[in-house]
């Protein structure tokens, strides 16, 4: 889950949307190395970084909420 997180998490910093982020995955070889190199070159504070953890906690915690990434083998081919 901490993956499915992560994109989640990256996919909303400003100007990143999932297609940039995929680009910026390829293009550093990782989502490590992406998630490393956004925090901290964003414009994100701590404390948006923190927000947007929260905010997903909250909701995959609402009933029948679930995360699914493009990395996971259940994402649906039709999606990528």
Not at 33 to 54: G, H, P
């Amino acid at each position: 889950m901490q993956r499915v997180m992560w994109w989640w998490e990256l996919g909303g910093v400003p100007g990143m949307g999932p297609v940039r982020l995929r680009q910026l995955v390829n293009r550093l070889g990782s989502l490590e190395r992406a998630r490393e190199f956004l925090m901290k070159q964003a414009s994100y504070s701590k404390s948006d970084w923190e927000l947007r953890r929260k905010q997903f906690d909250a909701s995959i915690s609402l009933p029948n909420a679930w995360a699914i990434s493009w990395e996971d083998a259940l994402y649906p081919a039709a999606w990528r």
